[in-house]
């Protein structure tokens, strides 16, 4: 056994609207380790490091931390006694150079003035220090996730961190970037660092991880060394019975073309172009996929298909019609329905309840409606249907979305998208942040729709969910199409990263070519 680090006991936690989040958990974390925390969603992980990390008081129970209990109530004062957070939204100034933003609110001085050229040198040792290789003077704004998350995690080390929590770090990374994160840390522990790795994925935590400690229902059920465990008993310990996380699906029968992209270009507000000449089909009875490294143009395309940008040039067509004139809620009658990236700031609205959420898109419809009035009570029922089938852990559909976990906010969107019954889905990163359990049922659920004919557009950042779900791929770098595989199969993981990061790119000809021989 090695020397602990950190201990959390009995930690309950309950929020003022009831729920109790954390009932009596209990952590230890060794010094040096990298230790899991896994459970599903809504399970209080996210809630227990709010607690360590000082952005939410605990109703009871005690942290001891170097064996000294740890009393702060701020994320400030937490980093000051060594703890530091990295968290999945960067919370970066884009503006402003890498080292400017690593020692923002502690710069060395000269005079009364930052001493920019000590700081940008402190900046590099480090990185160099770390392997974290990012060019200090670079502006952030122009960085790749994958470097902005170097600059997250220098952010921590500078202000001292000894114990590191990395919340679901490989969510947006590719292949090649996620195994040079693992190997950043690796190295971090071999510094005598800590780190606390919250993750759904069990490859990765099997992969890196010394540890695991599983939430379940806001309780403690239990620590395991990853050694000699298997996959399957891990994903037993989270959700209490046996997941298969691999997709059963009949080989493809592609039927009519559904949707058309002809030639689309978007230009943004800053006049930077996020599309270049995008052309694609997808037909009925087809999940094709989007490959390619967040930023890349993805979330754009999707936005200009459903309406909420206005592609400078080029077509969109479903079914043979022009979307391009049609608002969203034209788009959506026309049989579109759009799981967003974001799910905070475009999918939900949280200060509303779930029910309202769920029903946003089709509170018009007859069926809900009495004389002039809501059909509540059969809005309630279909509400509470969806609440189950999608196992949104809840209340009732009365509570506000804004106090669900990060994977039930999701499940809501999920719910009433799958549920508009659409001719074609656009899924952006359907199962991100989503535990394995509900990770199964939606993928079965896309596949249900391809076979019923339906269209799916599936973006991830997540290539395993794309190799796993698609029949064929389609690649985006710089706004482009780098490559299109008409037959997913044909395609391995590290390949497409090669398109990914722009390494190899298709010729038109290419792209022809492997069309056409695909027909
Ligand atoms: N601000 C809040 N107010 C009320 N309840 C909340 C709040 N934040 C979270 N909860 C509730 O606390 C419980 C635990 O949520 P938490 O976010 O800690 O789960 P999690 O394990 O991190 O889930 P996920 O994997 O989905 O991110 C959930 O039932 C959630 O609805």
């Not at 459970?39 to 709010?50: Q, R, V």
């Not at 701020?74 to 150079?97: C, N, R, W, Y």
């Not at 596949?447 to 969910?465: F, K, M, P, Y």
Request: with cysteine.
């Amino acid at each position: 056994m090695g020397e602990e680090i950190l201990r959390m006991e009995n930690i309950t936690k309950i929020y003022p609207n009831g729920v109790m989040a954390n009932k009596d958990v209990t952590l230890s974390v060794q010094k040096g380790e990298i230790h899991a925390l896994m459970g599903e969603n809504g399970a209080g992980k996210s809630t227990l490091m709010k607690i360590l990390f000082g952005f939410e008081s605990k109703d009871s129970g005690e942290i001891y931390f170097e064996g000294k209990k740890l009393e702060t109530s701020s994320p400030a004062e937490t980093i000051k006694q060594g703890i530091g957070m990295v968290h999945q939204h960067f919370m970066l100034v884009d503006s402003l150079k890498v080292y400017e933003n690593i020692v923002l609110g502690m710069e060395p001085r000269k005079g009364p003035f930052t001493d920019g050229k000590k700081a940008s040198q402190m900046v590099a040792d480090m990185a160099k220090k770390y392997n974290l290789n990012v060019d200090p003077e670079a502006k952030v704004g122009t960085l790749s996730v994958g470097l902005k998350q170097k600059v997250e995690i220098l952010k921590v080390l500078a202000r001292g961190a000894k114990l590191l929590i990395l919340d679901e770090p490989t969510a947006v990374l590719t292949p090649q970037e996620t195994e040079e994160l693992f190997e950043q840390l690796l190295l971090l522990k071999q510094h005598g660092h800590t780190i606390i790795f919250i993750s759904h994925k069990i490859k990765e935590v099997r992969q890196i991880c010394d540890n695991i400690t599983v939430l379940r229902g806001g309780r403690t059920i239990g620590s395991m060394p990853v050694e000699g465990s298997t996959e399957e008993e891990i994903s037993r310990f989270m959700v209490g019975r046996d997941v298969v996380l691999n997709v059963q699906k009949s080989a493809p029968a592609f039927g009519d073309k559904l949707l058309e992209i002809q030639h689309l270009n978007y230009w943004n507000d800053e006049r930077r172009q996020k599309l270049k000449d995008v052309s694609f089909d997808l037909r009925r009875g087809q999940i094709l996929g989007v490959a390619g490294v967040e930023g890349n143009g993805q979330n754009e395309l999707a936005e200009c298909i459903f309406g909420l940008k206005k592609p400078s040039s080029g077509k969109v067509l479903l079914n043979g019609k022009d979307l391009s004139p049609l608002g969203i809620k034209d788009i959506r009658a026309s049989g579109v329905s759009y799981i967003p990236e974001d799910r905070i700031s475009t999918g939900v609205a949280g200060s509303l309840s779930i029910w309202e959420n769920l029903m946003s898109d089709r509170i018009d419809k007859p069926e809900f409606r009495r004389g002039g009035l809501l059909n509540l009570r059969q809005i309630r029922e279909k509400c509470a249907k969806l609440i189950d089938a999608f196992t949104i852990l809840c209340r009732n559909g009365d509570q506000a979305v804004s106090m669900l976990s990060g994977g039930n906010m999701q499940k809501v969107v999920v719910a009433r998208e799958f549920s508009a019954d659409p001719d074609l889905l656009i899924a952006n990163q359907p199962t991100r942040g989503i535990d394995v359990g509900a990770n199964e049922f939606i993928w079965k659920k896309l596949v249900a729709l391809r076979d019923q004919g339906r269209g799916i557009l599936l973006i991830s950042a997540d290539l395993n969910e794309v190799l796993e779900l698609s029949d064929s791929i389609l690649v985006m770098c710089d706004g482009e199409v780098a490559a299109y595989f008409p037959d997913s199969k044909a395609v391995t993981e590290r390949e497409l990263g090669l398109y990914m990061l722009g390494v190899k790119k298709q010729t038109a000809e290419e792209r022809g070519a492997l069309c056409e021989a695909a027909q």
